[in-house]
């Protein structure tokens, strides 16, 4: 009889430890999924970013001084641009400040079917390369953009970073 209740109890250990265990992976592959749709928002928008022109007023012309650079404090969309279609984005800098509408994913979880909302922000800052992690207060040839994408699902929030410099060959 005590070999039995011993055993049960030994058995619902077992069961138990493997219980904690699947639900520990599973957690972990949920986060990691989530993880993985957020990186690949991130560096969709980087990709989108880096197929434009490096300033608006390189999207047409080559430029040598920097003066002709767009001013620091008016980084972002210019005037006849739809802040909600980065398609009519024509220069990189134009991301900055620009924040997506919520992407959506459904997720079979547990039998329900729920909404992940994804919120990506960007913001572009010329930076010198002597400091590559903090923006400059004068125009440069080099800009800098990060990426942030959040969930109320994630954890943490996805961080992506891109230099993008402008060259002219004289």
Known sequence: ML??????????????????????????MVDNRYGILATSLATSMIEKATGKAFDHNTDTLAVTSLTVLTNINALGIETGENRNYPEDFN??????????NPKLDTVAFEGTNRKI??????????????????????????KRMIVRVIS???????????????????
């Open 3 to 28: 070999i039995t209740i011993g055993a049960i109890f030994l058995l619902s250990m077992v069961i138990l430890t493997t219980n904690r265990g699947l639900i520990a992976t599973n957690s972990t």
């Open 152 to 170: 109320p699902e994630m954890v943490d929030t996805i961080k992506l970073s891109t230099i993008y410099s402008y060259w002219y060959f004289r």
């Open 91 to 100: 220069d990189f800098d134009d991301y900055n400040c620009f924040i997506t």
């Open 117 to 142: 909302i994804f919120r990506t922000f960007c913001r572009v800052d010329y930076i010198k390369l002597t400091n590559i992690n903090s923006a400059s207060n004068e125009r440069t040839w080099h």
